[in-house]
């Protein structure tokens, strides 16, 4: 029986479908708009200068490997990864704090600021490890289709533990009352997706996997994982057409027959759509084949977008690491600006990556390469005089926090703003993460992965199960593929 799958999109969630519909035998091919493979995490490279354009933080090692030894390989065999020693800085409103990536240095540097703290942080990490180990070995991998998927597992049977009803803000605030221990421990949740207090505690898997998991960096940046991933595809048989829009999906009685696009139709028996699910749903397919309305989205809760500076300076930066967070100004304002009251932001939180710290192939030699990350409201209408706004605004705090002036030293810049993630990504309201991890977002409540109407249609990626996050895109890769290893068993 012919097994052709193509899958639209060549983000982390398409290469991994791709990957596991290859092993079981599926002729595959991916159909991407851009003229290269990783979707949010292509890399650019302008004036000498390396740029990731999306993710940068490797976190949950263990998830990467086990990707690859589903394919009989490890991580080594495609590329190399370094814990960064310290993990990251964080510039305080009264200075810098480095956060080690040795616990017992964690545990004395939470005690120093708070007495009693590391003794509560340790239990803290040992609830978080259990809800690690539960969340992202049982939780994340099933495909939430029902709950009837959760009633054996340890999930159920452990839920108290796994502090679902409770919101991490106030689990954390049960055991900390410093704000910067509590702005540490909040910021994972807080840049990914929601206001700690609408998150379920569950997610301090995220600070036993920023803690004891540790900061990676993919030597030669992010981008090395999607090539890794690329490469094994390619070993298994994917075929990629590149500069391909898919534009429509034909439908020919309740079955996907078709993609059209303006250079080339093509052909399946089954079709997954890594692209954005809105997009795909609400421009690709008719309105009677759509399994969620205009409406469902507009009740969404979406993680936030993000406006991003890609600056390269032509000399050397002091007082920066690979990742530095200034949280110099106010933390619940910002918050509120995204989330609660949504528009352009008063004094931002701001997120720095500067990867030439570690790597000297991402910079001409004497320069760094800075990524500027500015968390924001999904739909803020962008511009060039707000863009510019931002710019002098950030680079200002930049240096006066680094005490060193560079802004006649920057020789390159490139603006990515929420209209290119509509435009590049076909993003619902630009957002750069999906949904946000709310409750009522989570599990069986995600947009589903198949498509109810049309038996050969499923959807992957940061939109369904289980998340945004680069580790979760490649287990919903798995996921999906096994929807579709039921349906060709099935006929
Ligand atoms: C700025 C930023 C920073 C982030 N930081 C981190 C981080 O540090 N760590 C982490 O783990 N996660 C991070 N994330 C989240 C993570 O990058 C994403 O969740 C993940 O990469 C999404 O993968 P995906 O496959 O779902 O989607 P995408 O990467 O968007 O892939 C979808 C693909 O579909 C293609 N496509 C869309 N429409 C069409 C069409 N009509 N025809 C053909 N192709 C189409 C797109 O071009 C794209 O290649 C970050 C994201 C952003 C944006």
Redesign the pocket.
């Known amino acids: 029986m012919s097994k052709k799958v193509t899958i ?8 991994s479908a791709a990957c596991y519909l290859a092993k079981q035998g599926c002729e595959v091919t991916i ?4 003229d290269s ?6 890399q650019f490279t302008s004036d000498g200068f390396t740029y990731d ?7 949950m090692p263990d998830i990467f490997d086990k990707f690859f030894a589903d394919f009989g390989k490890k991580v080594s065999d495609y590329y190399v990864i370094e814990r960064l020693t310290p993990s990251y800085r964080i510039i305080y409103k009264d200075g810098p704090l480095d956060i080690p990536s040795n616990i017992d240095e964690l545990y004395l540097m939470f005690e120093n600021i708070e007495t009693g703290s590391a003794a509560k942080l340790k239990k803290f990490l040992k609830e978080a490890e259990y809800k690690y180990n539960i969340g992202m070995h049982d939780l994340v991998y099933k495909p939430g289709l029902s709950l009837t998927e959760f009633l054996n597992m340890r999930f159920f049977r452990g839920i108290f533990k796994l502090d679902v009803f409770n919101s991490i803000a106030s689990h954390i605030r049960k055991s900390f009352t410093n704000p910067k221990l509590i702005q540490l421990l909040e910021f994972p949740v807080l840049f ?1 997706g929601a206001l700690p207090k609408n998150t379920p505690a569950l997610y301090s898997l995220m600070n036993y996997s920023d803690m004891i998991g540790g900061t990676w960096y993919p030597k030669g940046g ?1 981008i090395s994982v999607v090539n890794g991933m690329h490469k094994l595809a390619l070993e298994l048989g994917v075929k990629f057409e590149l500069n ?4 429509k999906i034909n439908i020919i009685e309740n079955k996907a027959i078709e993609v059209v ?1 303006k250079n080339k139709n093509a052909n399946f028996d089954v079709l997954v759509s ?3 699910y809105n ?1 795909t749903e609400q421009k ?1 397919l008719d309105k009677k084949y759509r399994n969620y309305s205009a409406n469902y989205w507009e009740t969404r809760k979406l993680a936030p977008s ?1 406006l ?1 500076f890609y600056i390269g300076v032509n000399k050397k930066l002091p007082n920066l690491l690979h990742h530095t967070l200034f949280f110099d100004e106010d933390f619940d304002l910002h918050s509120h600006e995204i989330y609660t009251d949504p528009k352009w932001p008063t004094n931002p939180l701001i997120y720095l990556s500067c990867t030439s710290q570690t790597d000297n192939n991402v910079a001409p030699e004497g320069c760094e390469n800075l990524m500027v ?1 500015i968390p924001i409201a999904p739909n803020l209408k962008d511009d060039k005089a707000t863009n510019d706004k931002y710019f002098d605004m950030v680079i200002s705090r930049i240096e006066k926090q680094i005490g060193v002036s560079f802004k006649d030293n920057i020789s390159f810049r490139r603006d990515f703003a929420t209209s290119d ?1 509509i435009k ?4 619902f309201k630009g957002n ?3 949904l946000a991890n709310t409750l009522s977002q989570t599990a069986i409540f995600k947009p589903k992965l198949i498509n109810k109407k049309i038996s050969n249609l499923f959807y ?4 369904t199960v289980p998340g ?6 490649l287990i ?1 890769g798995e996921l999906v593929a096994q929807q579709v290893v039921k349906y060709f068993n099935k006929k």
């Open positions: 639209i999109g060549s983000g982390f969630s398409g290469l159909l991407e708009k851009h493979v990783g979707g949010r995490a292509r354009m999306g993710p940068s933080w490797y976190w990914l992010m391909v829009d898919v534009n696009s890594s692209a954005d997009f690709l993000s991003i990350l993630f590049d990504y076909n993003s750069a993460y999906g992957t990626g940061q939109l945004p996050g680069v580790p979760p895109c919903s």
